[in-house]
């Protein structure tokens, strides 16, 4: 089951959790997450061989690597891949996920290099050398992500701008392949990929996947036997919570609220850090995911969870060495407020809040109107829900005042978090800007990749000057799962952090 339509399955600009969840399984990188989460060798034949102090690495490519129309993945592959997603007439979403880790990304993402000069290169047909800024421990796990998946050149310009949205328009060279969806299909199947080269560990023939936006509806579903997985939420869980068939995790996702400072010089009312204050506060964050959540969701005060990201000097929990940045406050949040507002001269204001059409997030949009106008005189808030691809593309266009979002993350590092909002990010779309952000941000993917405890410390400030210093965001919560699934359903992975891997699933 999913809760919204695939926009897109191009691993190059994906820009959102569905459509990285589609890539996860129809494509597959140098590496790739095993049932425990950690990655293991995948087009890679074997361990690269590492050079120039942990900067150069040469990688054999699996000789029985190939695409489904059974032509090999080559080196050449991967270094077309990763030039598009650094280009910028490509404005990738996630091209600066390489920025200060492949060698010149940075510079050729602001323009001023060619993106031929970019640290990758292929030295024959299955041997591919990465040069890297510098040494980057997380550095196997970012291979594992869509970002750095490889593509294959004539696909692509065959296809031209369809390419992506359709499954005739794609080649695959993961574990399955997408067939009968068009980014409009509320429904499409994967069907076992013959060309995989580990073929013989996919068990499932065929897996098919239908969208459907309502709880309730989704229960009938599953219990006419039609769906084997299906989310819960709020009085769905309280209903479930002792069946056999139940289950709960937390996750690694980050949900939050975006508030539109303005762009292209244009400055809009949240360009005023009280009244961002004052809106950031005003929420009772308990009451929502206690409430109308129920699934193990656990109120957020930060921008990075809790529970994933650990100190290197002592172990201590990143989240709570950081503690409550933009905690609930709704008296300091009136007081700040009210500020703004003689700020900018006016009495009342009034914001729209755009955010998806699912059945639980119009209820967390409701819920979320009510508590800051009740808490916060003087503001009246607009829902615009709308389907999930629209909200998506007022995100990237930054089409909004407030947008309902998060992040679930790409890897086990808080740097997955923070570098969405450094200046210029494709991910930021919020009009901020802090050059010392930036210099914290870029300092621990760069020149203290090796030192731990000062990158540790560094990402720790950076975070404060993103909501204690600015309040970019409004936390609200660390996502949970509520869901039901049955026992036949056997090897769904689903990690606290990454998307999905469908690659051992299989009935029973």
């Known amino acids: 089951?999913?809760?919204?339509?695939?926009?897109?399955?191009?691993?190059?600009?994906?820009?959102?959790?569905?459509?990285?969840?589609?890539?996860?399984?129809?494509?597959?990188?140098?590496?790739?997450?095993?049932?425990?989460?950690?990655?293991?060798?995948?087009?890679?034949?074997?361990?690269?061989k590492v050079t120039n102090g942990g900067k150069t690495f040469v990688f054999e490519i699996r000789e029985d690597a190939k695409w489904s129309d059974g032509s090999p993945v080559t080196a050449a592959d991967f270094e077309y891949a990763w030039k598009k997603v650094v280009d910028p007439n490509t404005a990738a979403a996630y091209g600066p996920q390489m920025e200060e880790v492949v060698k010149n990304a940075t510079q050729i993402l602001k323009g001023k290099l060619d993106p031929d000069m970019l640290g990758i290169k292929a030295l024959g047909e299955k041997k591919l050398q990465i040069d890297l800024e510098n040494p980057v421990p997380i550095f196997k796990e970012l291979l594992t992500t869509g970002t750095f998946f490889p593509q294959k050149e004539a696909q692509m310009k065959k296809a031209g701008d369809r390419y992506g949205t359709n499954s005739e328009t794609i080649l695959s060279n993961g574990p399955y392949l997408l067939k009968n969806w068009d980014s409009t299909k509320l429904s499409y199947d994967y069907v076992k990929n013959p060309t995989y080269w580990d073929e013989k560990n996919v068990?499932?023939?065929?897996?098919?996947?239908?969208?459907?936006?309502?709880?309730?509806?989704?229960l009938n579903l599953y219990n006419t036997g039609k769906l084997d997985r299906i989310e819960l939420d709020g009085d769905f869980v309280k209903q479930f919570k002792k069946d056999k068939e139940f289950h709960e995790m937390t996750t690694g996702r980050s949900v939050y609220m975006k508030m539109n400072q303005g762009k292209d010089g244009e400055k809009t009312d949240l360009a005023n850090l009280n009244i961002r204050r004052g809106l950031a506060m005003a929420i009772n964050k308990s009451g929502l995911v206690d409430t109308l959540l129920a699934n193990g969701s656990k109120p957020l005060d930060g921008a990075v969870p809790g529970g994933i990201m650990f100190s290197p000097a002592n172990g201590e929990d990143f989240r709570k060495l950081n503690g409550s940045l933009i905690p609930y406050?709704?008296?300091?949040?009136?007081?700040?407020?009210?500020?703004?507002?003689?700020?900018l001269g006016k009495k009342e204001l009034t914001l729209t809040l755009t955010a998806g059409d699912t059945s639980l997030i119009k209820k967390q949009t409701e819920f979320i109107q009510n508590e800051l106008e009740t808490n916060l005189p003087g503001l009246t808030v607009k829902l615009k829900n709308v389907p999930t691809q629209v909200s998506f593309k007022a995100d990237v266009t930054q089409d909004f005042e407030l947008l309902l979002g998060g992040w679930g993350g790409d890897y086990q590092d808080p740097l997955t978090y923070?570098?969405?909002?450094?200046?210029?990010s494709p991910g930021n779309h919020?009009?901020?800007?802090?050059?010392?952000?930036?210099?914290?941000?870029?300092?621990?993917?760069?020149?203290?990749?090796?030192?731990?405890?000062?990158?540790?410390?560094?990402?720790?400030?950076?975070?404060?000057?993103?909501?204690?210093?600015?309040?970019?965001?409004?936390?609200?919560?660390?996502?949970?799962?509520?869901?039901?699934?049955?026992?036949?359903?056997k090897d769904y992975i689903a990690y606290p952090i990454g998307a999905e891997n469908y690659k051992w699933m299989y009935k029973k």
């Open 203 to 218: 068990k499932a023939k065929k897996i098919h996947v239908t969208v459907v936006k309502d709880t309730n509806a989704a």
């Open 430 to 489: 919020t009009g901020f800007s802090n050059a010392k952000y930036d210099e914290l941000v870029l300092s621990a993917k760069g020149k203290l990749a090796g030192e731990a405890n000062a990158r540790f410390d560094a990402l720790l400030s950076a975070e404060r000057i993103l909501l204690k210093d600015n309040a970019v965001l409004i936390p609200l919560y660390q996502g949970g799962r509520g869901y039901l699934s049955k026992d036949s359903l």
């Open 1 to 48: 089951m999913e809760t919204s339509a695939v926009p897109s399955v191009n691993p190059i600009t994906a820009d959102n959790s569905v459509s990285f969840r589609v890539v996860n399984q129809i494509f597959e990188g140098l590496y790739r997450l095993d049932k425990e989460g950690k990655p293991e060798l995948a087009m890679a034949k074997a361990e690269p």
């Open 418 to 424: 923070l570098n969405l909002f450094l200046t210029g």
């Open 329 to 343: 406050d709704k008296e300091a949040a009136k007081a700040y407020f009210e500020k703004g507002l003689r700020e």
